[in-house]
């Protein structure tokens, strides 16, 4: 069985920082290119981080570049997402995402709010 279980997400001030984890299972994490996505309240979904099978290819949206950073360990089969200089505008739902050529899988979510 597949699973994809993120953790991490919590109520933080401006200018703070979250690390956001997300597990693997039942699936060859190490194939897969693995991506941090988020959606905010009605907003679409937008991809946030990407890291290739190997780690050593990442690539990021405009908005978080500088500030958060993904990294992967593929002997634990899990996904990381440190996010450092939170703004109001990080909040939303995380969601961990992993491809490779056909296959996709999602996570559940972890909410990330940024709030004083």
């Known amino acids: 069985q597949v699973r994809l279980v993120e953790s991490g997400g919590d109520l933080v001030q401006p200018g703070g920082s979250l690390r956001l984890s997300c597990a693997a299972s039942?699936?060859?994490?190490?194939?897969?290119?693995m991506s941090w996505y988020r959606q905010a309240p009605g907003k679409e979904r937008e991809l946030v981080a990407s890291?290739?099978?190997?780690?050593?290819?990442?690539n990021y949206a405009d908005s978080v570049k500088g500030r958060f950073t993904i990294s992967r360990d593929n002997a634990k089969s899990t996904l990381y997402l440190q996010m450092n200089s939170l703004k109001p505008e990080d909040t939303a739902v995380y969601y961990c995402n992993g491809d490779y050529q056909t296959r996709t899988y999602w996570g559940q979510g972890t909410q990330v709010t940024v709030s004083s």
């Open positions: 039942g699936f060859t994490f190490s194939m897969y290119t």
């Open positions: 890291i290739n099978k190997y780690g050593a290819s990442r």
